[in-house]
């Protein structure tokens, strides 16, 4: 069964500096990974995903998430976070054998300080 | 931009009682998704549409549960009888195409209280 791991419940950083917010995988297959933003009684919205191809992914808002298959990981990254950041992230994979549900991880809420 | 629509965008009600949520996806989506969301936890799916039929249901509490998409266009998800349990945010998502690549856009939720 696949499943995600965000280890850190809580990510706190001073606004301007690098960010990370980490995840974690575990597929039968070929993982496909996608990172989503959760704004205060908000849907989820889209940011990036990893499906095949260069391992280093792009995203909206300057995000941007590094695949890297020896360590399972798919971890977010942004240069300079923005106070306007602050939200809950949500790392999800599916496999690729066929139609398996997306399967989220709990969430990591990032807090960038002004 | 076009957006998921779902309605109520919160539903307060007593145990024992019926709630019902509406969701509109993205024009030409065939895929339609529902999910709960317990506060603190990442969403769960509870059962996907593929147009009008039902792909995998596997994880709805079917004694209570119930949904459909009868025109394989909006979709309604009902609870009879709600339970204290039932509390959380429930998200309807939907994509292009049925797919493992495929991006899910997600609706803004409907936060549901039993009381």
């Known amino acids: 069964a696949q499943s995600v791991a965000q280890p850190e419940d809580q990510v706190n950083v001073a606004e301007g500096n690098p960010l990370t917010v980490k995840c974690t995988y575990s597929?039968?297959?070929?993982?496909?990974l996608f990172w989503y933003v959760q704004y205060p009684n908000r849907g989820l919205q889209f940011l990036l995903k990893?499906?095949?191809?260069?391992?280093l992914v792009k995203g909206s808002y300057g995000f941007e998430a590094e695949f890297n298959k020896s360590q399972t990981s798919f971890h977010l990254k942004k240069p300079s976070a923005l106070v306007s950041d602050s939200a809950l992230y949500f790392c999800?994979?599916?496999?690729?054998?066929?139609?398996?549900?997306?399967?989220f991880g709990k969430g990591t809420r990032l807090s960038v300080i002004a | 931009e076009a957006e998921v629509a779902q309605s109520p965008r919160y539903k307060i009600t007593e145990k024992s009682q019926a709630v019902a949520f509406w969701c509109d996806p993205i024009s030409g989506h065939a895929t339609l998704y529902w999910y709960r969301q317990i506060l603190g936890q990442g969403p769960e799916l509870l059962v996907q549409?593929?147009?009008?039929?039902?792909?995998?249901d596997s994880q709805l509490p079917k004694d209570r549960f119930s949904a459909e998409r009868l025109k394989g266009v909006d979709s309604t998800l009902k609870i009879q009888p709600a339970e204290l349990g039932d509390s959380a945010m429930y998200l309807c998502a939907s994509s292009f195409i049925l797919g493992s690549t495929d991006t899910q856009y997600f609706g803004p939720g409907t936060r549901l209280t039993v009381l």
């Open positions: 999800a994979v599916r496999d690729n054998s066929g139609n398996t549900p997306l399967v």
């Open positions: 990893y499906i095949t191809g260069d391992n």
């Open positions: 549409f593929q147009d009008e039929s039902v792909v995998d």
């Open positions: 597929v039968s297959g070929n993982p496909y």
